[in-house]
């Protein structure tokens, strides 16, 4: 089962625009990352941020996490037609490796 | 380095046949991860190795599945009697160490007649 849900499913923007999506989870977290994947692809690590941290940036990347809401949030800045794909957020617990993931976030960058 | 690697890239299966999905891991990495994929879904876990040992197979959703790494580095999944709703992208994914980054292959698609 999923362990939590993106907000919106599906993101329509236009190039140069900054894309925001939300995840939210059930279970307390050890870690949480961010993954990309384009169409038939694997999944692609963007980013990965810790219980005990609050924001994290990664090149045009900036992911925060409340943890008191069960809830992250990745924003993309300026954003690429490359950047179209499907974003998805993971979890994993104390002693459980396991990721389990949300329900994904369909960008599409509009040149 | 060479990344995740699985073969084969897309299988078509009959029902009932038997198929064996295969997943080489970054080199060196403890541990790995296989997930199904349903079509416009987020990746499900399936089974967890730790070197050849299996720690966790909660996620295998039948006893038709099943697992092996039995050296600590390749890793087979195999499914009996395919079924029509086995048909998914079974992912496989590595890391360096427990709760670590995992880094995925590019899937094997399964598509069951």
């Known amino acids: 089962s999923q362990q939590g849900e993106e907000d919106p499913q599906a993101l329509s923007i236009q190039e140069g625009e900054n894309a925001t999506m939300n995840c939210s989870y059930k279970t307390s977290i050890n870690n949480l990352q961010w993954y990309r994947q384009n169409s038939g692809r694997g999944l692609v690590h963007l980013i990965l941020?810790?219980?005990?941290?609050r924001e994290k940036h990664s090149g045009r990347l900036r992911v925060t996490l409340d943890t008191s809401k069960k809830s992250s949030s990745l924003l993309i800045t300026a954003s690429r037609a490359a950047d179209t794909a499907s974003y998805f957020c993971a979890t994993d617990g104390f002693g459980n490796e396991k990721l389990t993931f949300g329900t994904g976030t369909r960008l599409t960058i509009i040149p | 380095g060479a990344g995740v690697s699985q073969s084969p890239r897309y299988k078509v299966a009959k029902r009932g046949q038997d198929v064996a999905l295969r997943c080489d891991p970054i080199s060196g990495h403890v541990s790995l991860f296989w997930y199904q994929q349903a079509l416009g879904q987020g990746p499900e876990f399936l089974t967890y190795?730790?070197?050849?040992?299996?720690?966790?197979k909660s996620g295998l959703p039948s006893d038709r599945f099943f697992a092996e790494r039995p050296e600590g580095s390749v890793s087979t999944l195999k499914i009996q009697r395919t079924q029509q709703e086995d048909s998914a992208v079974y992912l496989c994914?590595?890391?360096?160490?427990?709760?670590?980054?995992?880094?995925f292959g590019p899937g094997t698609r399964l598509l069951v007649l």
């Open positions: 190795f730790q070197n050849e040992a299996q720690l966790d």
């Open positions: 941020i810790r219980s005990n941290e």
């Open positions: 994914a590595s890391s360096l160490e427990p709760i670590e980054t995992q880094y």
